[in-house]
Every structure is written in C-alpha cells, then in structure tokens.
C-alpha cells in the first residue's frame, strides 16, 4: 500500500449543545475577521474532497436544517467569527428548495396512488387506457422530481456539513490573541546554569535519534532510545492508571480508520493544509487521534440513557502530515509525523456534557500538576476552535529549553455535532409512572410508543491525557540538572522499575 497526503483544508472545531446548532445564549453579534490559518497540527477534512471511484457515497448527517433557517443571523455571525468557510444563507436557499421538490414529490407520489386506486374494478377498455397513460405519465415525471431532489439533497449536505457548531457565550471572539488564561499552576523553575533545550539534551543523554530516522523514514521521524523509550511506556501506564481511577475503560484502537468516519468525527475545511496521510487507491486514512476510532465505536447506535455517560481512554499512533509546520517552533519533538497519545473520549447526555468537560480539564490539571509542571490553562478564542468543538481548553506548559509555552493538551466538549455525523442517539429514560416504549409487537404490527420513546443525539467530549513527546519535552527541559542528567518525576518512578534519574549511558 502507498501512502500519500491527502488534500484536505483543516477545520474549525464546533460544536452544537442541542438540535444541531443549540445555544445556551450564544452570542448574536459577531464582527467579521480575516481568515487566520489554522493550527498545523490540528488535522482536517474536507466534506466536499474529491473521491475516488471506489470511495463510499457521501454520508447524510442529521443536521437541523430547520435550525439554521430559523436562526440564520445567528448561524452566520457565529460562522463569521470562527473564520469558517460556509454559506448558511446558501444552506437555506438549498433546503428551501429541496422542500419545495420534496412536496412536489409527495403530490405526484399521491397522484400515482390516486390513479392506481381508480384502475381498480370493472371499467370501459377506453377508460383503463386512460389511466394507464396518465400513470405512465406521473411515473416519469415522479422519476424526474427525485432525480431533481437527490441532487439537491447532496448539494444541500455538503453546503450543511460545512457550518460550524456555535461557541460558548464565554469564548473570546477572536484570533489567539485573545485566548483567556483560565487558571495558572505552578510557576517558571530559575535555574543557575546554561539552559539546553530537549534535543540536546536528548543527544548528551543518547534518548533520541533524529539522523537515522531521517535516513529510514524521512524528517520529523526520530527513535526513541534507553530511557526515552522506557518513559514513553510509563507515561502510558500513568496516564491510564490515572484514567482509570475517573472510571475510564481503557482501549487500544486501530491506526487506520475509513475517511467516511474521519469526517463524520467533523473534521471541516479551513485552507489549504494537507494534515491527513491517506492510504492510495483506498478510502483509508491514518487517524491523527484516537478520537476518531473511539467515535466510530458507537456509530448507528441507540443507546439507553443507563448507559451513559460513557468514559473511554485509548492509547493509540497519531500520525499527521504537518504541512506548514517549518520553522523554530517545530525544533525536535515539537512537531513530529508520529506519535503516541493516550485520548480520552465520553458520551454523554446533553445535560451532563457542561459538567463533564469540567471534569476532564480538572483531571488534566491533576496530572500534568502530579507530574510537577508549570502551566496556563486557556479557554481558547472562537478562531481557535475545529469545527465540532463548542468550547475548548487548551494546556500550555512552560519549556525553558525552547524559552516558551507549549500546547501539551486540549479538551473540547463537541456536544451534538459530531452525533448527528455519526448518528449516535439515546433513548431518556422515561418520566416515573410512565411504562418504557413498548417493542414491535407479534405478528410485525408496532403498537403506539410514547412520547418517551422518542430518542435524542448524545454529546460528544474528547481530551488529551498524555501526548507523549511534548510530555518528553516538558520533562527534559525542566527537570534538567547541572551534570546533563535528568530527574524524573515522583510519579512515573513506579512505571520505570524506581528508576529516579535519566543520566547519560556508561560506554564500554
């Protein structure tokens, strides 16, 4: 199999609390920016690509479009201050008219019955060839009418896929200029000796090996070596320990998914970026996060509202192309092809996602203090989110070495936007005193259900636990001492044997 990248625009993240595109008092005014280029190491997809011949038909996605007619300043400001390349009033002119044909349709389709019924019984030989010219005649023109609304049914989802969700009221409007430090932990550690950044230190300590992974696969590959390998291990093992300890269920997914569930996962166009490596004369990518495989779990699915919320952490390879990724910011271990990560996932009801999402980013607080770092936590501006995210935190974490903060997380609650993609739901558990809705009865006949029965999209959240070589990079260059060595946090000395200090291997 040949891998090449595949072109692709990378998106906003948003998201939608309720019916598609809901908003807890969302913002109405917006005012227009330029487009800002996006994150590179956000990977994207682009709902409109050009497929192949074998790739699968274009997926419908659940979307409220009467939400976006009903609401469309709304819609159109908040598009406009997320920078998201999208039409809604074009939205709305196309399902306008896809209603318009679908009730043409209905009409014809009555008409059909209507002469079909009236050919029913004894009649004039002159009268039945009347009617079976004039059902001849309906039928082409019922054909020509679902031709017609086919057509405006794809046009009018891909215009729809590509509207953003709405932001959080609290968000900040803008570009990262604006992001809002939500909290601070920690503070700069002062050190009394020259600083080295993690790549030097990485060689003085033979951790890593760039030059031979250029040779073997190409730049912004690398080897992990002696220790570094062992850490990348332990801070796996850490990271789902404490994952676990939350009532995660831990899962290792796979590295290839279907592009189909890659853009039901909401990935949207925001450029020209290439981030996603796709695999050649099939509909297969390289997932770029564990996200993507955890969602596909509970596609097509109904759920019970037992059932939830469902907290899943996954270890899994993340590879993405990095296109336009060159300069000093992506020295090392910064901004690499492949990585390991351990993401965690939930799905939830849309009353508990506001919750949970603060859950997620307490728990991201507990670790990366655990393991000694200094760092902000930022509620991240509306130009900053994907295209499914509602509202996002981001992690930066001080890197003396690179004289810097550093993204070592994120956590987004998605709510609804990625489950009408993936078409995931849940049934509520019904009022007390009120049976469940009834199933199928014998002989294939239903009986009437409930208005309980009635079932709703879950939300969505994801977060990162553990991006093991920025948490490398943050370990090296802080807990870096005056001989070369290097201290390795209280925490992960259970996962390394009791090993407490990275010092350079003895040469024989």
Excluded at 57 to 83: C, G, I, M, W, Y
Excluded at 119 to 124: F, I
Aim: glycine share 6%.
């Amino acid at each position: 199999m040949q891998l090449k990248r595949l072109p692709v625009s990378q998106g906003t993240r948003t998201s939608a609390p309720h019916r598609g595109l809901v908003r807890p008092g969302a913002r109405s005014a917006v005012r227009p920016r330029a487009a800002a280029p996006s994150k590179p190491s956000e990977p994207g997809l682009v709902p409109e690509v050009k497929t192949p011949a074998h790739a699968p038909h274009p997926f419908k996605a659940q979307l409220d479009f009467r939400f976006f007619k009903e609401n469309l300043e709304l819609v159109t400001a908040n598009a406009t201050s997320r920078n998201s390349v999208c039409d809604p009033a074009k939205v709305v002119e196309l399902y306008d008219e896809y209603l318009s044909l679908k009730q043409s349709a209905d009409e014809l389709r009555a008409k059909r019955n209507e002469n079909s019924s009236a050919m029913k019984g004894k009649m004039e030989p002159e009268k039945r060839q009347e009617l079976i010219q004039r059902g001849s005649e309906i039928k082409e023109e019922v054909q020509q009418v679902e031709e017609k609304l086919g057509v405006f049914e794809m046009e009018l989802q891909r215009e729809g896929q590509r509207i953003p969700n709405l932001t959080h009221p609290e968000v900040p409007i803008g570009g990262e200029e604006v992001a809002r430090v939500y909290k601070e932990v920690g503070e700069q550690r002062k050190f009394e000796f020259p600083l080295k950044d993690h790549v030097a230190i990485a060689e003085a300590l033979d951790l890593v090996d760039f030059e031979s992974a250029s040779e073997v696969s190409g730049a912004k590959f690398y080897y992990l070596r002696n220790a570094a390998a062992l850490l990348e291990m332990a801070l796996i093992n850490w990271a789902f320990s404490k994952t676990m300890a939350k009532g995660f269920t831990p899962i290792s997914t796979p590295d290839i998914v279907k592009s189909s569930v890659l853009e039901k996962c909401g990935f949207q166009p925001r450029g020209n970026q290439t981030q996603i490596y796709n695999i050649e004369d099939t509909s297969l990518c390289l997932t770029g996060t564990a996200e993507v495989p955890l969602g596909g779990i509970y596609m097509d699915k109904i759920l019970t509202e037992a059932q939830l919320p469902i907290k899943m952490a996954a270890f899994g390879h993340c590879f993405r192309t990095e296109a336009g990724a060159a300069g000093a910011a992506g020295k090392g271990l910064y901004r690499v092809h492949q990585f390991s990560k351990v993401e965690m996932f939930v799905i939830c009801t849309p009353e508990q996602s506001d919750a949970l999402h603060q859950e997620l980013v307490e728990l991201e607080e507990q670790m990366y203090t655990e393991l000694g770092f200094h760092f902000k936590i930022l509620d991240m501006p509306s130009e900053d989110l994907g295209a499914p995210a509602y509202r996002k935190f981001d992690v930066e974490a001080w890197m003396p070495g690179l004289n810097r903060y550093g993204e070592i997380s994120s956590a987004s609650n998605c709510t609804d936007y990625q489950s009408r993609r993936l078409n995931i739901r849940y049934r509520p558990t019904p009022p007390k005193g009120e049976e469940p809705p009834p199933e199928e009865a014998q002989g294939g006949t239903k009986k009437k259900k409930s208005q309980s029965g009635k079932t709703e999209f879950v939300h969505t959240l994801n977060a990162t636990a553990c991006a093991v070589p920025r948490m490398l990079i943050t370990i090296l260059e802080n807990f870096q001492q005056e001989d070369g060595s290097v201290i390795i946090p209280e925490v992960l000395r259970p996962f390394l044997g009791g090993m407490a200090v990275i010092e350079a291997p003895v040469k024989a």
